[in-house]
């Protein structure tokens, strides 16, 4: 289970934006760094298979041994997340996870009240997700995207809304599991506490290193 | 599938208004076989030009449309510049907001109820400070200048431009804007007409010529408000359409080519007139004048423009369903000395009928409305810069229903309530569209991403999570289209040809009567369908996501 982004190019128009060759390993992280507006979002973007039309992309994304690159975004398995948590909010707790499990699952129930007992939630299944805390939602956010088994996770500066104690506790929280699953994880950021927190390789969106 | 769904709306929009004026031309110069029109011929023209009314019809129509249009964008722009950004503003807006679900025939009537020599206001002053013991011989209502005509236009299109205005600011920079002119010196009103009214009339240009073409050729007001004796253009050419001598068809097409020629006309001026006013405007600006005195009588001139409406119609209103429970009610009583339900029970029979048809015409409109927008934005219709969405408002209904109604005629469907729903739903869209576009476009699009990388194809995006994200517009934009369905006269009268009948079209027939008790029974009535439609579509998503704290209201 790798990711690779082979010889990725994004333009617009004309000018190149994001140039990146790698490949991540399962449960490793490649952070991108860089200020706002580089292109970090628009990678991701790319990633998921949802460029905006006013970008051209050159190059293949391959997972797991898989051209993807001509994908739709719900065939990629590529679970997202953004610093907002955009849990649903007309759907419960529970009803948000169970968006993300895959359809013919047996016993739905119990494992959507496993997922909660593992982010902590217990018994807040039929809870609003408005009425939760900010780190509460992050982790239901969390859950959600693993229950939909991704093959590699897509992180948008998701630590940066929440206050610091809880930023150093989510991202363990996130790490921890991406790793257990061996998930591979491109993480943009321009926090570089999260990098670093992150573990792996740390580039700017033209590929080239950057020391910590 | 969704590109479909694009095109056609776009040929419902575009096709009816087009297919209409077609259907106008051929009898305008005396074609049309149907009714014995063979040959092609200038005779229509000569009947409509030997009118004697006609310098006079013509020349209301284009005085009360350019006196209701100016005034209207004159007191919303003021009401906006003198109050936007305070807590008396949110207050305005939400008072004047339920107006717009009013159809045009109700508030017309509740004004006249109001001004008319008997009606509260005279009430109110006499006999102590008028002396009148009788309702004074006077013509208020259908006065010979159409001042009772743009004043019962006023109170729909100053809520209507209202709404426009506030849909705009967000893209206008408003509040800054505002803020860098007040802190320059300016005042309030001044500081906003001069920093942030250009902006904002760009981008409301479309819906001030919809209010200009509409007001010239408005039927259903001016039958209620309008003068009598020479009638509008508008009214005279359904005078004419509707003559039991079908020979009259002809010139009724060729007075509603004249119709349509007079709003090209006037909209070429109104446009010309715009770029003068901007080199005025631009002068005007770089001129430095704070008017900061301004403000002291300028804001209470909004505020009392904003009230002013409120209570005419509010009041109208109330004038309406009192007399329709009316029994005796002398002058100058402020109030009835007895209630009945003697009309109502009367009408119960006609009104559960006319009630049914009026909503099943609605509702099938409505939803074939709704349908083509969401499949119309999910192929990427853009909102406001879709400037054909505001054709058929646009292109004024006397000028092109003729034409539709002719090929009715021809095909056979005139008369069916399928026909005038289908008619209704050219009218239906462009409104229900209007209100679903920004909101759909404000969606936030991650909560798509984010789905889309949880395994969900685009169908589960849309009926899961979009849908049900945007469930209170949705409810909106139904109301919306449910509130102008019912308010079509002109459309009803024209394909329904006399064999489909609504709330509206009984109600409007009875202005001729005099008969205040059965007005307001039917005027209530009118009032009471859209309105009872648009707190169901308050309340529906309330109560549906009522244990949902981020469904509410942001």
């Keep these: ?212 | 599938m969704a590109r479909a769904g694009l095109w056609a709306a776009l040929t419902l929009l575009a096709l009816p208004v087009l297919a209409g004026l077609a259907g106008v031309i051929g009898p305008a110069f005396g074609y049309l076989p149907a009714l014995g029109g063979v040959a092609w011929s200038l005779e229509p023209w000569r009947g409509v030009l030997g009118w004697p009314g006609l310098g006079a019809a013509v020349r209301l129509s284009v005085v009360t449309g350019l006196l209701a249009t100016g005034i209207s964008l004159a007191l919303t722009l003021l009401i906006v510049a003198a109050w936007q950004g305070t807590r008396s503003f949110l207050w305005i807006t939400r008072t004047l907001a339920p107006l717009l679900s009013l159809p045009h025939a109700a508030a017309a009537f509740g004004l006249a109820f109001l001004i008319a020599p008997s009606g509260w206001i005279a009430r109110g002053l006499s006999p102590w400070a008028t002396g009148w013991e009788r309702p004074p011989d006077l013509l208020i209502v259908n006065d010979p200048w159409g001042l009772a005509l743009v004043a019962g236009l006023v109170v729909k299109e100053v809520p209507f431009l209202l709404l426009m205005v506030l849909a705009a600011l967000p893209q206008s920079d408003s509040l800054r804007a505002q803020l860098v002119a007040r802190s320059l010196g300016y005042g309030r009103v001044m500081g906003w007409m001069k920093a942030v009214a250009p902006r904002v009339y760009v981008q409301i240009r479309l819906p001030v010529y919809a209010v200009l073409a509409y007001s010239m050729s408005v039927v259903d007001v001016a039958l209620i408000l309008g003068p009598t004796r020479p009638k509008v253009l508008a009214v005279q050419i359904l005078e004419w359409m509707t003559h039991p001598d079908l020979s009259m068809r002809f010139q009724a097409a060729a007075a509603a080519l004249l119709q349509l020629g007079l709003v090209v006309a006037v909209l070429v001026l109104w446009r010309l007139g715009e770029s003068a006013l901007a080199r005025r405007g631009a002068v005007w600006a770089a001129g430095g004048a704070r008017g900061v005195g301004a403000d002291a009588v300028l804001r209470p001139l909004g505020a009392g423009a904003a009230l002013g409406i409120g209570l005419a119609v509010g009041l109208g209103l109330a004038g309406l369903l009192l007399w329709s429970f009316a029994g005796l009610w002398q002058f100058p009583a402020a109030l009835p000395e007895s209630l009945s339900l003697r009309i109502w029970s009367g009408q119960m029979g006609a009104l559960q009928r006319r009630l049914w048809d009026s909503a099943l015409i609605a509702l099938g409109a409505t939803g074939i409305a709704l349908a083509l927008c969401i499949a119309a934005l999910q192929a990427g219709a853009r909102g406001r810069s879709a400037g054909l969405i505001y054709l058929p408002l646009i292109v004024p209904q006397i000028a092109f229903l003729p034409g539709l109604a002719t090929f009715a005629l021809v095909l056979g469907v005139d008369g069916t309530r399928w026909a005038v729903m289908g008619a209704h739903l050219v009218f239906v869209l462009p409104y229900v569209f209007l209100a679903l576009a920004d909101p759909w476009r404000a969606w936030d699009s991650r909560a798509g991403l984010v789905a889309a990388g949880l395994g969900a194809g685009p169908a589960r995006v849309l009926w899961a999570v979009r849908l049900p994200m945007l469930a209170r517009a949705l409810c909106v934009a139904f109301a919306v289209g449910f509130a102008t369905s019912v308010a079509q006269y002109l459309p009803t009268l024209l394909i329904g040809a006399g064999r489909v009948s609504t709330v509206t079209t009984e109600a409007v027939a009875l202005a001729a009567s005099g008969n205040r008790r059965l007005i307001g029974v039917w005027a209530v009535v009118q009032m009471a369908l859209p309105m009872a439609v648009f707190v169901l579509a308050l309340l529906l998503p309330a109560w549906l996501f009522r244990h949902r704290q981020g469904m509410r209201i942001g």
């Excluded at chain 1, 419960?92 to 016993?107: I, K, M, P, Q, T």
């Design chain 1, 1 to 212: 289970m790798s990711l690779r982004l082979d010889r990725l190019e994004i333009a617009r128009a004309g000018a190149v934006m994001v140039r990146l060759d790698r490949e991540i390993a399962p449960g490793a992280v490649l952070s991108v760094m860089g200020p706002s507006g580089c292109g970090k979002s628009t990678l991701l973007a790319a990633l998921v298979g949802a460029l905006p039309g006013a970008f051209a992309m050159r190059g293949r994304v391959w997972l797991e041994g898989r051209d993807v690159t001509a994908l739709p975004p719900h065939r990629r398995r590529m679970g997202m997340l953004f610093q907002d948590d955009l849990l649903f909010p007309h759907l419960s707790v529970a009803g948000n996870l169970g968006f993300g499990l895959a359809r013919g699952v047996a016993d739905r129930a119990g494992v959507i009240d496993a997922a909660l007992r593992e982010a902590g939630l217990e018994g807040m299944g039929g809870r609003d997700p408005a009425t939760l805390s900010g780190g509460q939602r992050a982790r239901v956010a969390l859950m959600r995207v693993l229950l939909s088994e991704p093959r590699a996770l897509l992180l948008d500066e998701p630590f940066a809304k929440l206050d610091a104690g809880l930023r150093a506790q989510m991202r363990e929280f996130v790490f921890a599991r991406a790793r257990a699953r061996g998930l591979p994880v491109v993480l943009v950021t321009h926090d570089l506490a999260d990098a670093r927190a992150a573990g792996g390789a740390v580039v700017n969106v033209s590929g080239e290193v950057l020391g910590l």
